[in-house]
């Protein structure tokens, strides 16, 4: 998988940056936790009906939000839609790239913060760590894979170099077109 130096640049500095994002959700998240789980017990207790009786409520919405996450991460890096944004150039592609980790780990830091809100309003622990491992499995799931961006802009220069027909180091192998000299 060849990728030129000047798209290696611009490819790190924006995956570097997107790492970093998505990992300070995921440290928040984990923030979150600990702060249901230390203040949750010191909270005065209110009944809230809707938190109470019906945490089927809560679980749905994180279920639902957790299918979300999986279905634009699935829209976002589909063949189709790389293909398309790669077509346009490199900072389509990695804005695609980085738009999808980023609506995920938001998504998932979203149920963080629901987890630590039912937590201390409810003063029940258990919203916040149980909300705060989904959030991180979500965060996780989102978080950048180097290799998936590193084909899908390996994948784009290739196109472009076929389409302009120019033919790379390992076609002309094939070719034999290596030894003519």
């Not at 938190?51 to 939000?65: K, Q, R």
């Not at 077509?87 to 980085?98: A, E, M, P, V």
């Not at 029940?124 to 998936?148: D, K, Q, T, V």
């Not at 994948?155 to 070719?175: D, F, H, R």
């Amino acid at each position: 998988m060849y990728i030129s130096s000047a798209n290696q640049t611009v490819l790190s500095a924006r995956y570097r940056l997107t790492a970093l994002i998505v990992a300070a959700l995921g440290i928040s998240t984990v923030l979150y936790v600990v702060i249901g789980w230390a203040f949750a017990p010191a909270m005065p207790r209110v009944s809230y009906q809707w938190l109470t009786n019906s945490h089927y409520v809560i679980v749905g919405l994180v279920a639902v939000i957790a299918l979300v996450v999986v279905f634009l991460r699935r829209f976002y890096l589909s063949p189709a839609r790389l293909y398309k944004a790669g077509q346009k150039g490199i900072n389509t592609l990695l804005s695609q790239l980085y738009l999808c980790s980023l609506i995920g780990a938001v998504l998932g830091d979203v149920v963080g913060i629901l987890g630590v809100v039912a937590s201390l309003v409810t003063s029940n622990r258990e919203y916040s760590w149980r909300l705060g491992l989904a959030a991180l499995l979500m965060i996780a799931y989102s978080f950048p894979r180097r290799n998936e961006w590193s084909r899908a802009v390996a994948g784009m220069e290739l196109e472009k170099n076929n389409s302009a027909g120019v033919t790379t180091a390992a076609e002309q192998i094939k070719l034999g077109l290596s030894e003519l000299q």
